[in-house]
């Protein structure tokens, strides 16, 4: 049971290139988030979803694009990079609403250039 | 929208006891979390409170009085290993997501 896990765990990216970081979750979870995360500034909520096929947008969407086309898998993905974008990302998934905790994957730290 | 501020740092002695408070304006209320982050790591859970009053897990208490919109976070018996950031989180009207305060910075001195 490996919880959630995250690829890549680095990257470094020159502005205006893509990529797609990938979250996978083995708990069978519905919810699954995305959230980057900046000093002094907290985790903030970048994209969700509440169940398979379904995503909606967080605090901070714009130039961030998501998917879930399967139940444990959810996708970030940045269509043309930017120095802004340069982030410490978490993926988090939660089985339910209420008392249920979110379980936060190992991050990926992206450097854009 | 969501407004949640804690204090940045905090410092303490080891076998001392700690205080990390949060205070929240939300639209709604539907529970409050907190979380302890080790740098470099992900975020872990510690607590959860729906209901005014305390809640104690061994070293760790929290508390919550929603018509004051406040929440703390007591560290007891502190240990060095307990040097971390702490999160406060509160899931407002829209309860399939959390929002996060900044997180408070605990250092533990010998």
């Known amino acids: 049971n490996a919880g959630v896990t995250q690829t890549p765990k680095f990257r470094v990216l020159k502005t205006g290139q893509s990529m797609t970081l990938l979250c996978a979750q083995d708990m069978n979870h519905e919810y699954m988030y995305w959230y980057r995360q900046d000093p002094g500034m907290g985790l903030r909520l970048i994209h969700y979803?509440?169940?398979?096929?379904?995503?909606a947008k967080g605090e901070v969407p714009d130039g961030y694009n998501v998917s879930r086309l399967k139940k444990q898998n959810f996708l970030l993905g940045l269509e043309s990079a930017a120095p802004s974008q340069t982030s410490v990302y978490f993926c988090?998934?939660?089985?339910?609403?209420?008392?249920?905790?979110?379980?936060f994957g190992p991050g990926t730290r992206l450097t854009v250039l | 929208g969501q407004n949640i501020d804690q204090p940045t740092e905090m410092t303490a002695t080891e076998g001392a006891i700690v205080q990390i408070n949060c205070t929240y304006q939300t639209s709604g209320f539907n529970g409050l979390f907190w979380y302890q982050q080790h740098a470099g790591e992900a975020p872990t859970f510690l607590s959860y409170n729906v209901l005014d009053g305390l809640e104690e897990k061994g070293r760790f208490s929290s508390f919550l009085s929603r018509s004051k919109g406040y929440s703390y976070l007591l560290l007891k018996e502190l240990q060095m290993k307990d040097s971390a950031s702490y999160l406060c989180?509160?899931?407002?009207?829209?309860?399939?997501?959390?929002?996060f305060g900044a997180g408070t910075t605990v250092t533990v001195r010998a």
């Open positions: 979803s509440v169940g398979e096929g379904t995503t």
């Open positions: 988090a998934s939660r089985q339910d609403r209420g008392a249920d905790t979110q379980y």
């Open positions: 989180a509160v899931s407002g009207s829209n309860d399939y997501k959390l929002s």
